[in-house]
């Protein structure tokens, strides 16, 4: 099945680069050239022999070098499921790399595109509503990143404030080590202190 | 009216727009027969609720429903069968419960749990802060000695959060033991 | 018609003129809306009473559990998939353990695969008892609700005996479930849907037949089969387009390749294919081949052990899955990507209720309001799961 699809889009997209990808545990994805997204999704869409009438989910994952974002396709007709899969090479921490959007040819793609762009830091060129979705409009960072630091404040609301923290169980640990005069291999702990 | 009757076409998607038929006087009497009988019907049903079906709900202070036995309620830790083995810490994915041990001294007396397992660590403490406990019972399928477990205690609202926090080692929590333990 | 210095007026007293052209009027609809079903906030232009647009805004519910997921053992998620929709808790920690044991390939056993079957349709059964419960309130009818909250109490006992909760059980772990069930409550859950069936008779006649609310609901809020596949719905919402797709029929798990059962779909009996009562008279028949396929499984069930063989440390192997079940409001699907570690590299969570509100731009231009209040509520939607 995976193998039909990548020679399917080799053959109806020239610079696709499509590669079918199986796997031993799970499931497999084909994975195609960024550039070649929009006319893949389309092609899909279009052909009687697949016939990818749904987009089921945008999932990004984030990897040290790359976003990896993951279009689940379904083809309620047929009865058939496909991952297509993009890397986006991210040249920095904080870059926002960028895909075409698919709006046009799912329309369920509006929020899933806005949710990947809100969680994951993907900008989707041609998209008609590029707002968060979850999150508030001004917040900062990207959620699901894996290097994401919560913001000190928003609108003058502390998050995480000292206060609510419950230190008092927390530094217990701290007082039963002084107690047995610094000796940490004695104490048993399921909190040391600090987070 | 014509000025500011609003022309549905200018919102209306062509798939929302249906049209209606036309009413005659035939279906007018018709539908009013319908609406009547139909909540007539509805009505009956109501009725008979009132006459014949005893209440399904109870008067809860003056009558307290008994929970079934495995309901995951109050957590308690009996601490004298504890063996500060921290699995229920680790198993906690809210990591609301805060266990801190000592190593025992050899030369003091030897200690067992009830099932026979020996204590190896001094418990200094075993808090529970239960406005964080989401009640999945994880912690207790985890124990090795069966010592904490669920209790069907459910009444034990309280008014800030930090009574919420349960320290298993003061002596009025002990003493619950025997009021509420399984 | 009256009139005031000689000119004449509308109903309100104000001057008719052909040449007024009025600004659309903002109206929020929500968070603390009651026909909302929990936190959604929809800003509506309207034109009078029609609307114009439809926008809603999401994330008042938001907790990125996928956020939490990636920082939690595998036996430690299943308590927070509960949370996302706490209405369907059973399915959603089904689909959960599905996707891990899948990568995993554990073996379930065969008792422990009749109980979760078993589960999952009592608990879609509770579910679409919610649904009408609460759909009778935005629309003005009261009554249903109390009889389906007492219908939805006994199966909420029967849960609490077996899991030990009311609403998220925690009770399909990995690898089978968590307590046995006893002969006892298999007799109860027996009695329980005989009674059921004979009174969903009655409960549809009180509501679904009704005049008024087939006046409320026939024609309003049409889903089209090509706008479902655009939106990607799912479930009953699809279904009651007419199309036939059902995941436990079409791309079976668990045991349902095993069991004999219909495929609902609606047939626009009052109005319009895909209108509010199509979607309502799907889920109420849905009720009815839940029973079909639990009096099946309760027939069927066989003794044995109730937990296959899973490692005490979970390490799930390097790879990627993506896992669709049908849940009461739809398919939900877990994309698991994992590194080999003891928590998953990524989690994302495919909610059917997040697709179907993407819908409500589309649907609610040229209704009245009061429509669209029956529309929101035909989705059926749960903010916990749309936010996650």
Known sequence: ?195 | MSGITPDISNYASKDTMIHQEELTFGKWCRNIWDAVSTCFKGLMITGRYIVAVKPVTIEYPEVREELPTNSRSRLFNDVDNCISCLQCAAACPVDCIYITAVRRDKEAPKLKTDDGTPIKLDLRQYTIDTALCCYCGLCTTVCPTQCLTHTTDYEYAQYTLSEMKYDYLAEDIRAWKHRIVK | MSSIDGKETGNFGQPVSEKIKSDLLTLNMGPQHPATHGVLRVEIKTDSEIVAEAIPHLGYLHRCFEKHAENLDYRGIVPFTDRMDYLGAMAMEWGYCLTVEKMLGTEIPRRAQYIRTICAELQRIASHFVYAGTYGIDLGAFSLFLYLMEEREKILRLFEEMSGARMLYNYIWLGGVWNDITDDQLKRISKFVDELQENMKTYHSLFGENKILIERLANVGVITEETAYQYGATGPVLRGSGIKWDLRKDRPYGIYDELDFDVCVGEGLKGTVGDCWDRYHVRIKEVDESIKIIRQCLDGIEEGPIMGKVPKVLKVPEGEIYMRTECPRGELGYHLVSDGGKTPYRLKVKSSCFTHVSMLPDLAPGQMVADLVATIGSIDIVLGEVDR
Not at chain 1, 55 to 82: C, H, P, Q
Not at chain 1, 145 to 163: A, F, L, S
């Open chain 1, 1 to 195: 099945m995976l193998n039909e699809i990548a020679n399917f889009l080799s053959s109806q997209v020239s610079n696709s680069n499509a590669a079918a990808h199986e796997a031993e545990v799970g499931s497999g994805h084909v994975l195609v050239a960024p550039e070649s997204l929009y006319a893949c999704c389309k092609a899909l869409k279009e052909s009687d022999e697949f016939d990818m009438n749904v987009l089921e989910v945008v999932s990004g994952v984030d990897y040290s070098d790359r976003i990896e974002v993951n279009y689940m396709i379904a083809s309620f007709t047929k009865g058939s499921e496909l991952i297509l899969k993009v890397k986006l090479p991210k040249e920095s921490a904080d870059a926002v790399p960028e895909v075409d959007s698919v709006v046009s040819i799912w329309k369920s793609a509006n929020f899933l595109e806005r949710e990947c762009y809100d969680m994951n830091g993907v900008r989707f060129r041609n998209h008609p509503d590029p707002r968060r979705i979850l999150t508030p409009d001004d917040w900062e960072g990207y959620p699901l990143r894996k290097d994401y630091k919560t913001q000190k404040e928003w609108h003058g609301m502390e998050i995480d404030p000292e206060h609510k923290v419950n230190s008092a169980d927390h530094n217990f640990f701290k007082k039963v080590v002084e107690e047995m005069q610094g000796d940490e291999k004695k104490v048993a702990y399921s909190w040391k202190g600090e987070e």
